[in-house]
């Protein structure tokens, strides 16, 4: 009950008020994004949501116009410290957060809620596994059970279990306990960036970020 109508109405409430919150930040971020980089501010990201349904994810822009896709052997995204594709003020954005704000815009839309798992890019609906595969009965959310725990420490097969964890166990507290660990991991900058040491990329995606780096 609580999943299917009461996180909806919160999610509303929420994307409502949180649109002023929106405004402002955009006023102080998108000169900064032009400053640095152009156009565009926006970044309309397609991703996996509700039950397998594609949607444009929205976010600030905080890598370098044109940057080429770059995944790890596990399927996930190139996350390091030193990505080349990121702009100086990306970098900012990504440790704060603050990217991820204009997904209050999905959130009003129904596309997300607040919480909930964060959502893939549409390749990776043929990598779920049937018995994780649970976790696309529900919203993806701007921070999740694994975003808020984990966040970057853990791959994308990890990533996937949390997701399925998460679907079957939500409530109100665990969405709770979710929202107040978030804010205390985007304070403390924890997890802001993957491992390197800890994840690999064939030698295609190594030879993309070598190109990059020479520009």
Not at 42 to 61: D, E, I, P, T
Not at 81 to 98: E, K, N
Not at 113 to 132: A, M, Q
Not at 164 to 183: E, G, P, R, V
């Amino acid at each position: 009950m609580y999943e299917r109508c009461f996180k909806r109405i919160i999610d509303i409430i929420l994307s409502v008020l949180g649109l002023p919150v929106f405004g402002l930040i955009c006023i102080v971020v998108a000169p900064m994004i032009i400053l640095d980089d152009g156009l565009p501010v926006f970044y309309n990201a397609l991703r996996v949501g509700k039950n397998g349904k594609l949607f444009k994810m929205y976010k600030f822009r905080s890598m370098k116009k044109s940057a080429p896709d770059i995944r790890l052997a596990d399927g996930s995204t190139y996350n390091g410290v030193d990505d080349p594709r990121v702009t100086r003020v990306g970098r900012f954005l990504r440790s704060t957060s603050i990217d991820e704000i204009p997904q209050i815009l999905n959130m009003l839309k129904g596309e997300m809620s607040l919480i909930g798992p964060r959502p893939d890019p549409p390749d990776w609906l043929d990598r779920y596994p049937p018995e994780v595969r649970i976790f696309l009965q529900v919203r993806p959310g701007l921070t999740g059970y694994s975003q808020a725990f984990f966040r970057n420490s853990v791959d994308g097969n990890e990533k996937m279990k949390n997701d399925a964890y998460y679907a079957k166990h939500c409530t109100f507290l665990m969405d709770l306990k979710i929202f107040l660990k978030s804010i205390i991991v985007v304070l403390g900058h924890e997890n802001t960036y993957k491992d390197m040491s800890q994840n690999q990329m064939d030698e295609t995606e190594k030879e993309k970020l070598k190109i990059l780096e020479k520009i």
